[in-house]
């Protein structure tokens, strides 16, 4: 038995309201028009769903029954289209983002805050993590997007739907001590017995300016590039720095860039979702929040 579902909705609603003039408002309908559904109904069950009578009319039993089973079907299916349409109007959802401490930083924070104004339900979720970890959480699917650094052509984000936002430079950067040699450009060699402190989290960093990796050797190793920042302004050594993300503290003479020869290799600020799995309407409004003002 194939019944459409619309004559199973007047059912409902004529078996809640007792009434085919007050079914008929609810449904926008005319009166005709309802009766003339309820008979198709029975027609195809081939039964009496309602007693008619000048008062009116009332279920039988077999029409009760039959309410009692269609009743939950029909409130599932309008408890589902409010809740897609709450969905698609942003009024209820979750976002789920992974990225480092410096990008949500420096980078991520000021694009959430238009996002949480213009849709103030969607919770978020920020996973902080590894660059290795969250291409993981991506392509399994526990987070929808990671924002996060990579090179020209990383292999790791094979499968994986990518987002170029810009480029980034890196810097070595010092203290007022190291003021002097903000001026001109010098040789590495010329401050390599310096004390190194490197986010050794993140490889990329040192891979572009040592072409041999025993040429250097970190004094201390921090899990984020904020913390490189503040450990280089008290004084305890130089440091690796993305130009972009210190630019006031450049402008404010907090840090100076130490300029070398050999520059750094720039690296890419991307994100990435899963090609497989269509972004939630929460996630699609904030990739073009960021794409449309990055």
Known sequence: MNINFELYRVFYVVANCNSITEASKKLSISQPAVTKTIKNLENQLNGNLFFRSKKGISLTEEGKNFYNYIRPAVEQIYEAENQFSN?????????????????????????????????????????????????NMVKNGAIDIAIIYAGDDDKKLEGLKVY???????????????????????????????KLILNTINPIQTNFVFSDKNQYRAYINLASHSLVYEFVKEGF??????????????????????????????????????KNNFPNYATSELIHLIENQK
């Open 164 to 194: 170029n936002f810009k480029k980034l430079h890196y810097c070595l950067i010092g203290n007022e001590k190291y003021k002097k040699y903000s001026t001109h450009k010098i040789e590495f060699k010329d401050i390599e017995n310096e």
């Open 87 to 135: 969905i698609t109007k942003l009024d209820i959802g979750e976002i789920k983002i992974g990225t480092s401490n410096t990008i949500l930083k420096y980078f991520l924070m000021d694009y959430l805050k238009k996002y949480s104004l213009s849709f103030p339900n969607i919770n978020i979720s920020i996973e902080e993590s590894y660059t290795p970890n969250l291409i």
């Open 237 to 274: 050594g130089i440091g690796i720095a993305i130009k972009e993300f210190i630019q006031d503290n450049l402008e404010k003479k907090e840090l100076y860039e130490i300029k070398l020869k050999d520059e750094f290799q720039p690296v890419n600020l991307i994100m990435i979702t899963n």
